[in-house]
């Protein structure tokens, strides 16, 4: 068996583990996917009539089209940080000291966080899209390349941000401190356009929204199921997307070479 079928398969076998304990223990998933979908309710049905007038909507459709897309890449940044806790929790129990005494590749335990945290990203996007067309949303322009193209996006994000989610379970001494570490996740859509324009913070704000990834990315998912212009957001995505990527699958494999337990 050659090193490439040895790392599929004990990556499968690691991917099939993570996705069981995920289905034994939902209530840390069901916990972080409440919060996108309490805010679509929040925002749609106490601030819509509002909050659309403020980005030059009629009604509250207006805005349930402009809140939906931020609100599906908060899904993600919220689902990682139980991939930062899952892994934390590997580290402190012992379990990872067992698996470096094993004959499995070295890698695939990473590999199998990383897939599962994907798979569990989507779904959870899924879901929470579900509850917005349940409530009004629809995307009546947006072409089957266009649907495809957002997929892509999505899986993407969700890619970039599990990585730096596993550094993060990685260097956290135990799940507290992990889900600790992983807040920004959360926080960084709040400060981006995923509830309001750029341009109606104050000017001192702006910056801090414009240049993190969340703005380019809700801008660039916006443009593609709404059809509004995307401009040079869609390369920073895929910079940003890239980046992240590499910079996270650096740092937790260092990391995890590294550590002596």
């Not at 009629?58 to 993600?76: C, E, F, K, Q």
């Not at 005494?101 to 579900?130: K, P």
Request: charged share 10%.
């Amino acid at each position: 068996m050659n090193t490439l079928t040895l790392a599929a398969r004990d990556s499968h076998t690691m991917l099939r583990r993570n996705l069981l304990h995920a289905r034994r223990y939902p209530s840390l998933t069901l916990n972080l996917l409440l919060t996108p979908i309490m805010l679509l309710l929040l925002f749609v049905y106490i601030f819509g009539d509002v909050m659309s007038a403020g980005i030059g909507g009629t009604n509250r459709s207006d805005y349930i089209a402009y809140i939906v897309p931020g609100l599906l890449l908060m899904t993600i940044g919220s689902t990682t940080i139980g991939t930062a806790v899952s892994v934390s929790n590997d580290m402190t129990e012992g379990i990872i000291a067992r698996f470096r005494t094993m004959a499995i590749h070295r890698g695939s335990v990473l590999v199998g966080h990383v897939i599962g945290s994907v798979l569990q990203c989507i779904t959870s996007v899924v879901l929470v899209g579900a509850v917005a067309v349940a409530i009004g949303f629809r995307s009546t322009n947006a072409t089957t390349l266009e649907w495809l193209a957002a997929f892509g996006l999505l899986v993407l994000f969700a890619t970039a941000f599990t990585w730096i989610a596993v550094g993060m379970g990685l260097i956290s001494p135990n799940a507290e401190a992990a889900s600790n570490n992983a807040l920004p996740m959360i926080l960084l859509p709040l400060l981006s356009s995923a509830f309001i324009p750029v341009d109606t913070m104050p000017g001192w704000f702006q910056p801090i929204a414009e240049y993190q990834p969340f703005t380019p990315a809700i801008e660039t998912l916006r443009g593609l199921l709404l059809g509004t212009r995307i401009g040079h957001n869609g390369w920073l995505t895929l910079t940003w997307c890239l980046g992240l990527t590499v910079l996270g699958y650096l740092w937790a494999t260092a990391k995890f070479n590294n550590d002596p337990k």
